[in-house]
């Protein structure tokens, strides 16, 4: 499986990563090499097996629906690059 | 007082002979000293430091110390600790202070033990030699122009460098255990979900283990005795007995038996390390350990499972910085899109961007079972591996890394010959093991070589038993690097 220029545009896109047209080559070459270590999987008879997503089989926990943070709004606000009058700001997305 | 254990540490403290505040400042002192050299530390914050040993010092002298009360603790930027800057080596956290602590940092706390500064690390704990880091290259002590190993760098420096009686550090792939080696020191990453994930920034989450380094086998049971345990804000947190990690250090070794993968002395491995490594397993079988060959036919796998399963979980959970709620964004952009786009390419260095996307490919429509459930299926026999190892052997041992540590420069470029660096250690991590590495000696060009021992789950008590044995025998672990 080799990828293209046009591949790795529209992995960039998906990442939502900006790739200029120079860089792009770059990770042509680095995201083939990648790939082609990861090739060799293939090779492997895997028929029947169960796909294993965790170390431990464990099953998610529930818990009682009660309040179990404190109102930190302002702290966390605190951190963002842009808000206004208690809300983030970005760029306009509704004309 | 710089190659003193944490017990000594705690009886001197006990004792009054010394404060928590003038250990403290000794510390603090030489990484002013050294951390120019060695780059091990991103954030020192002096005053809070202080504040922690002047209410150790309280509680010492109220008869209310715990065994790691006062004692500084180098913390690993990946953990979140409240109102430090953390910033998991990148520049998209570069300007994060934490709102919050990680269950480790609380537990920490809760153990009056102080926290020393953060430590340097492979952005977002994507590499193995700290050369990703947006903060600059880890020196390694036992020679400056060569890496320390990651991601867990800085943390091993500074306990190689004894800029910190200890550290913490995180380990995905390997980067508690490889740094460890490569400075000859003493590290454990525990069965996963023993120490919760709770604000320890997320890199793969299925893989991602917390866990100490530090001098000795002894220090780690006692690191790790505060940092595991349940925590109900990790989904993955096993809900298991408190138990004393250093409940068998003083087990004789007797009828222990070692199992020797032979994938683990083949080709590949050099000879210096490989070396260093056959005497210590002569020395445990003077100490009356018994080895047998094992076989662990699927290693090979475990590094293209490693980088389809790593950079897809990845992919997902770096997805987060955007630029909007906290972090870098980037200074001009055009529409919404355009923001993320920016945000992202300038946030992040480029190891931390190849993952993103060999991730986001391996999870994309129409290759997602050709990757990603090809390499979960093969992660399930690499973990029947050990299954099946485990019925012949108490624990596995072999070299933690191939080589001794590497020239800075040497592996940056390409990034394929720095995953197989890892060969040794990431099968560990799929099956969700315990492993450590113990120094062992020293290879051919005088860098320290370390011995990798892998236990069955929740095994830890029995691997610091077998290698504080082993520590008590030789004396590898209190070798420090000439002139530090």
Redesign the interface.
């Known amino acids: 499986m080799s990828l293209t220029l046009d591949?790795?545009k529209r992995?960039?896109h998906?990442?939502?990563?900006?790739?200029g047209e120079s860089e792009a080559q770059g990770?042509l070459s680095?995201?083939s090499?990648?790939?082609?270590?990861?090739?060799?999987?293939?090779a492997?008879n895997?028929d029947g097996?169960?796909?294993?997503?965790?170390?431990?089989d464990?099953v998610?926990?529930l818990?009682e629906d009660a309040v179990s943070e404190t109102d930190?709004r302002a702290?966390?606000l605190a951190?963002?690059?842009?808000v206004e009058a208690g809300l983030?700001l970005?760029?306009?997305?509704i004309e | 007082m710089l190659n003193v254990s944490l017990k000594e540490l705690s009886s001197l403290l006990a004792e009054k002979k010394i404060s928590s505040v003038e250990l403290v400042q000794t510390f603090l002192q030489r990484i002013g000293e050294l951390n120019p050299v060695l780059n091990a530390f991103v954030t020192l914050d002096t005053e809070k430091s202080l504040a922690q040993a002047r209410a150790a010092d309280a509680l010492i002298a109220a008869g209310k110390a715990t065994p790691l009360t006062g004692i500084p603790i180098a913390q690993k930027d990946i953990f979140c600790a409240r109102g430090w800057r953390t910033t998991c080596g990148s520049k998209m956290l570069s300007n994060f202070v934490s709102p919050y602590d990680a269950h480790v940092i609380e537990q920490f706390n809760r153990a009056g033990a102080v926290n020393l500064g953060k430590t340097n690390m492979d952005e977002f704990a994507m590499g193995s030699s700290n050369e990703t880091s947006f903060f600059g290259p880890v020196k390694n002590p036992w020679g400056t122009s060569t890496v320390p190993g990651g991601s867990s760098g800085g943390s091993a420096t500074a306990v190689a460098a004894r800029l910190a009686p200890a550290a913490t550090g995180s380990d995905t792939g390997g980067s508690i255990r490889q740094p460890a080696a490569l400075t000859g020191i003493t590290g454990i990453k525990p069965t996963y979900g023993t120490v919760s994930r709770y604000g320890m920034i997320a890199f793969a989450s299925s893989l991602d283990q917390g866990g100490p380094m530090a001098k000795s086998a002894e220090d780690c049971a006692l690191l790790l005795n505060v940092m595991a345990g349940f925590d109900s804000r990790d989904s993955t947190s096993l809900a298991r007995d408190k138990e004393d990690y250093a409940r068998d250090l003083a087990r004789p070794l007797q009828g222990l038996k070692i199992g020797l993968p032979r994938e683990y002395f083949a080709t590949g491995l050099s000879a210096g390390v490989a070396r260093a490594v056959e005497a210590a397993l002569a020395e445990y079988r003077r100490l009356g350990a018994e080895t047998v060959e094992i076989s662990l036919p699927n290693t090979r796998l475990s590094i293209p499972v490693y980088y389809v399963l790593a950079p897809a979980e990845a992919s997902s959970n770096l997805a987060r910085y955007d630029g909007v709620r906290y972090g870098y964004r980037a200074p001009q952009y055009g529409d919404l899109t355009d923001m993320y786009q920016k945000t992202r390419a300038q946030g992040f260095g480029p190891e931390v961007k190849r993952r993103i996307m060999i991730g986001t490919y391996v999870l994309s429509a129409g290759y997602y079972d050709a990757y990603y459930i090809k390499a979960q299926k093969l992660r399930r026999l690499i973990a029947r591996d050990f299954a099946q190892a485990f019925r012949q052997c108490d624990v596995i041992m072999g070299p933690t890394s191939p080589t001794t540590a590497f020239k800075l420069g040497e592996k940056s470029d390409d990034p394929v010959s720095m995953y197989l660096s890892d060969i040794y250690t990431i099968a560990v991590n799929l099956a969700g093991l315990p492993g450590m590495s113990v120094p062992c000696g020293f290879g051919d060009d005088g860098l320290p070589v370390g011995l990798q021992i892998v236990g069955n789950y929740f095994a830890e008590a029995r691997m610091l038993n077998a290698a504080h044995q082993y520590q008590l025998a030789t004396d590898w672990h209190r070798r420090a690097p000439p002139g530090f």
């Open positions: 591949d790795v992995i960039a998906l990442a939502c990563i900006e790739v990770y680095q995201l090499s990648i790939l082609g270590l990861v090739e060799e999987m293939q492997v895997t097996i169960e796909p294993m997503a965790h170390a431990q464990v998610l926990r818990r930190r702290d966390y951190l963002a690059p842009q983030y970005v760029p306009k997305v």
